[in-house]
Each structure stands twice: as C-alpha cells, then as structure tokens.
C-alpha cells in the first residue's frame, strides 16, 4: 500500500461546479498535511495547509479525517484557472527528518 | 525578490556522463531538498540537508551526490550510476531543519533531464 494515495483523475467539471478530492494516507501518526497545486511542466506551490479542525481559504476547504486517515480538498464555483494538477502531501514516518511524502497528485480539468 | 534558482531548465546527456544541477536560494532557509517527479508518479526525495555541511539520503539517493559548502547552495549530480536519469528535478528549501513535515516547501522551476 502507498504511503499517500490519490485518485489520479482526471476529474473533469464545468465551471462553477464544486468538486471534491480525497487522499489518503497510512501512518497515522503523521502530523502536518498540505494541499499543493502543480500546473503543467511546472513546480509545486502550497495551497494550503490542513488543520485538524478544518480551515477554508476563499473557494477552497480542507478537512482532516485522523480516524479514517484520510484529508480532503473542496472546490467551490469551480474556475478555468483551477485546472491543474492537486498534490496530496503528508509527513512521513521519522519525525525527526525533513521526508515529506508526496501523492502522485489528483489531476482537475475545468470546461467552459 | 526572494526565492530558489535551478539551473539549467532543460538539459540533455549522453549515457555514461555525470550532470550536476545548481540550486542556489536567497530566502536564508535552513534546508535543503532534492526530489524527481516521474509521470504519474508522485515527488521522490532523493537527497536533504537540513544545515551547511551536513545531508541525508533520501528514498532514491542510490546514482546521485550532493554538497551543502554553503547555505544558499545545493547542487545535484546525477550520475553515470542513476539507471534511470531521465525525469523532472526538482529542488526545494524550507525555513526551518526540524520538526519535519511541518516546513512548508518552496521549490524552484525545476530541471528537466534527458538522456539520449
């Protein structure tokens, strides 16, 4: 089993629709969760980082789940621009090295 | 404008030469990161240094050497060694060396590495 797994998608949505991902991960002990967006052939940025009590940022939410394992990204009004690929990111097993494990990422087309 | 510069963007090998690609950063982060992204796969860690003079192996270290001489800098070499040479690099740095996973990543533009 993977560490981090993804829905690689696509999703494909018309704009303004809400759409949701999930991503799950297997060390329960992990404690620091984040989003990431990666357009095409570029690097990764944050999106956003998920609380254990859930935080919105604009358009988009994030929830933890800890007895499932698993964190979700929510789109709301979904626009052109969202299209892009959506990087589950958890920290790993040692918590005493900077390792990161990344989601192959959930891949979001948005239509007109 | 603070952030991370890889060089160079694209780059092109023949088998059985050594390549090294530059990272350098100006936001004073402590560490240090080299992964590779393959198609559909997530990032890989390859190597990280979490302060000058000192790194660790990451996942996918085996085919690769790197150096930490100064805090702005840390270049990859991709060996003749790495089988599989052929991806998408990526260097990144965070503001603190601990506790980890909770330093939030900045990466640079990335290198892309063909070997014919």
């Known amino acids: 089993r993977k560490e981090v797994e993804q829905d690689p998608g696509p999703f494909n949505v018309p704009e303004g629709a809400t759409v949701a991902f999930n991503c799950t991960y297997s060390?329960?002990?992990?404690?620091?969760f984040f989003w990431y967006r990666q357009d095409c052939r570029k690097e990764p940025k944050l999106l956003m980082s998920?609380?254990?009590s859930g935080n919105e940022d604009g358009r988009f939410t994030a929830q933890l789940n800890r007895a499932s394992q698993y964190i979700s990204l929510l789109i709301r009004d979904s626009k052109l621009s969202d299209s892009a690929t959506y990087l589950c990111v958890v920290n790993g097993r040692s918590s005493n090295t900077g390792k990161l494990i990344f989601g192959q990422g959930t891949t979001l087309q948005v239509k007109p | 404008d603070g952030g991370i510069t890889q060089s160079p963007k694209y780059l092109f090998r023949k088998e059985g030469q050594n390549v090294t690609l530059s990272c350098e950063q100006n936001l004073n982060h402590d560490a240090m990161y080299w992964y590779r992204q393959d198609p559909g796969q997530g990032l890989r860690l390859i190597y990280y240094s979490q302060i000058v003079n000192d790194f660790q192996k990451g996942d996918i270290a085996e085919g690769y050497s790197v150096s930490r001489e100064k805090k702005e800098s840390f270049p990859l070499t991709v060996t003749s060694a790495q089988k599989n040479p052929t991806a998408f690099y990526l260097c990144a740095s965070s503001r603190d060396r601990g506790p980890a996973g909770a330093n939030v990543l900045t990466f640079g533009a990335g290198s892309r590495l063909t070997v014919l």
């Open positions: 060390n329960s002990a992990s404690q620091s």
């Open positions: 998920v609380y254990s």
